[in-house]
């Protein structure tokens, strides 16, 4: 995997953990360890989750990657 899919892949997983987090009122810190466990954590983004979420919906449409994340933790 190159090192831009990797960025993808955890930039994806920062913001599924972003959104996720908010909607089932969890600490992003708590859901990223479930997650992702082996993964170092990022810093929650300081943004709106309408953000992480909009950014999840533009990546999806190009990467089946992200795609299949979104759907396995059924962001819409």
Not at 12 to 22: D, E, F, I, L, N
Not at 23 to 51: G, H, M, T
Not at 68 to 73: G, M, Q, S
């Amino acid at each position: 995997m190159s090192q831009l899919e990797d960025k993808v892949r955890r930039a994806a997983y920062t913001y599924v953990c972003h959104v996720k987090s908010t909607e089932l009122k969890l600490p992003f810190d708590d859901l990223w360890a479930a997650i992702c466990p082996a993964q170092p954590k990022p810093k929650s983004p300081d943004w709106p989750v309408s953000v992480s979420s909009g950014l999840l919906i533009g990546m999806r449409a190009d990467n089946e990657f992200v795609d299949a994340l979104c759907r396995k933790y059924e962001i819409d």
